[in-house]
């Protein structure tokens, strides 16, 4: 009912920028909070970043100075921008989103499938 699908991954040289997008879709009444979250081969997923339908933010330490997260909240679309890319930036990134299906019950978590940035040396 619910559907989240990113977009905007790729192959791309150290250095280098890429934009991530996330859009929602679905029975959606509103969105709190949407953001995005990486995980490596071997590796635990970890936040990469988050932001609030009010527009706060945050960002894993790794990544601040480098990475914005923004939103455009009446498309249900969150993107990423991500610049000065590293290798250690080489992972899956994940979409998420807490959302309000129906206005008197609590918010649930939804996940897109995952969309892959490699970054080269």
């Known amino acids: 009912q619910v559907q989240l699908v990113e977009s905007g991954g790729g192959l791309v040289q150290a250095g280098g920028s890429l934009r991530l997008s996330c859009v929602a879709s679905?029975?959606?009444?509103?969105?709190?909070?949407m953001g995005w979250y990486r995980q490596a081969p071997g590796k635990q997923r970890e936040l990469v970043a988050a932001?609030?339908?009010?527009?706060?933010?945050n960002y894993a330490d790794s990544v601040k100075g480098r990475f914005t997260i923004s939103r455009d909240n009446a498309d249900n679309t969150v993107y990423l921008q991500m610049n000065s890319l590293k290798p250690e930036d080489t992972a899956v990134y994940y979409c998420?989103?807490?959302?309000?299906?129906?206005?008197?019950?609590?918010?649930?978590?939804?996940w897109g499938q995952g969309t892959q940035v490699t970054v080269s040396s």
């Open positions: 932001i609030t339908s009010g527009g706060s933010t």
């Open positions: 679905g029975s959606i009444v509103s969105i709190s909070a």
């Open positions: 998420n989103a807490e959302i309000i299906k129906v206005l008197t019950l609590p918010p649930k978590n939804y």
